[in-house]
T-cell receptor, first 110, second 115 residues
Framework: SQQGEEDPQALSIQEGENATMNCSYK?????LQWYRQNSGRGLVHLIL?????REKHSGRLRVTLDTSKKSSSLLITASRAADTASYFC??????????FGAGTTVTVRA | KAGVTQTPRYLIKTRGQQVTLSCSPI?????VSWYQQTPGQGLQFLFE???????NKGNFPGRFSGRQFSNSRSEMNVSTLELGDSALYLC??????????????FGPGTRLTVL
């Protein structure tokens, strides 16, 4: 079973707009990570946020974590066509095992 | 530095056969994890190896097995293939102690089709 659930399942936006997706999880975590996957290829690590952090930035990415609500959000600002991909949140259940959500498919229209 | 490589990239097998997939981690990385990705189940954790020892295993039947060699390269084997084993198999490596607090670097995956 999956620990995380992303919302929405799919998102279509115009180039230049912001994209926001959310992840909810069930149990306590050590950290939460976001990954991107382009069209059935390998995953690319985007950002890791630890359980004692509330917000983290990396370039056009902003991630928040609310451990009281067991939720996280990923914001992509000023989206580009190259941002078209599936985005997954992953929670670390223990030291060696990541549990992934079902993913949000983002389509950026030119 | 070369990334994680997986071979073969594509594989077609028939039910009942067995298959071996290979993963070469980034140089210096000692932890290798394997994941299965299907449209229905999403990404599911298979197992994780560090210094030739399996440290964690997901909820998969015994037909799925793996091992890691002294050079950190890893293989996974699926015996008696079933149609439901058709999936993208991804491996990931990380440095340090292999904790998931380290960044996981994924390979491009092996697309297995079982006919």
């Amino acid at each position: 079973s999956q620990q995380g659930e992303e919302d929405p399942q799919a998102l279509s936006i115009q180039e230049g707009e912001n994209a926001t997706m959310n992840c909810s999880y069930k149990t306590s975590i050590n950290n939460l990570q976001w990954y991107r996957q382009n069209s059935g290829r390998g995953l690319v690590h985007l950002i890791l946020i630890r359980s004692n952090e509330r917000e983290k930035h990396s370039g056009r990415l902003r991630v928040t974590l609310d451990t009281s609500k067991k939720s996280s959000s990923l914001l992509i600002t000023a989206s580009r066509a190259a941002d078209t991909a599936s985005y997954f949140c992953a929670t670390a259940l223990n030291d060696y095992k990541l549990s992934f959500g079902a993913g949000t498919t983002v389509t950026v229209r030119a | 530095k070369a990334g994680v490589t997986q071979t073969p990239r594509y594989l077609i097998k028939t039910r009942g056969q067995q298959v071996t997939l290979s993963c070469s981690p980034i140089s210096g990385h000692r932890s290798v994890s394997w994941y299965q990705q299907t449209p229905g189940q999403g990404l599911q954790f298979l197992f994780e190896y560090f210094s030739e020892t399996q440290r964690n295993k997901g909820n998969f039947p015994g037909r799925f097995s793996g091992r890691q060699f002294s050079n950190s390269r890893s293989e996974m084997n699926v015996s008696t293939l079933e149609l439901g084993d058709s999936a993208l198999y991804l491996c990931a490596s990380s440095r340090g102690t292999g904790s998931v607090s380290d960044t996981q670097y994924f390979g491009p995956g092996t697309r297995l089709t079982v006919l």
